[in-house]
Nanobody, 118 residues
Framework: QVQLVESGGGLVQPGGSLRPNCAAS???????????WRWYRQAPDKQLELVAV???????NYADSVKGRFTNSRDATKNTVDLQMHSLAPEEEAVYYC?????????WGQGAQVTVSS
């Protein structure tokens, strides 16, 4: 089994930055065979939105709305991914979830609340 734990959410002013982190633990074989690390977000009363992806075959991809402002990075030695977010807007306030696709199943983190408010 694999567990994902997010941290690094919080309160930020409009235009500010945050860097949520997602740490994987458990079955090392499953973690290291992971094919895609994704970040999603879900704002109140809105659908789940894919924000950023790292895949073993296509590298990094981002939603158009975050390109140039968000950077998704992976540390394979620590089994973590970070989502560096800049220039956050109030409408980006949401719970941010990480997700890992492995040959043994898909795993979700519990979510990190990001609040963008002055």
């Amino acid at each position: 089994q694999v567990q994902l734990v997010e941290s690094g959410g919080g309160l930020v002013q409009p235009g500010g930055s945050l860097r949520p982190n997602c740490a994987a633990s458990g079955d090392i074989r499953a973690i290291r065979s992971g094919r895609a690390w994704r970040w999603y977000r879900q704002a109140p009363d809105k659908q789940l939105e894919l924000v950023a992806v790292i895949t073993t075959w296509k590298g990094k991809n981002y939603a158009d709305s975050v390109k140039g402002r968000f950077t998704n990075s992976r540390d394979a030695t620590k089994n973590t991914v970070d989502l560096q977010m800049h220039s956050l807007a109030p409408e980006e306030e949401a719970v941010y979830y990480c997700y890992l696709n492995t040959p043994y199943g898909n795993v979700w983190g519990q979510g990190a609340q990001v609040t963008v408010s002055s």
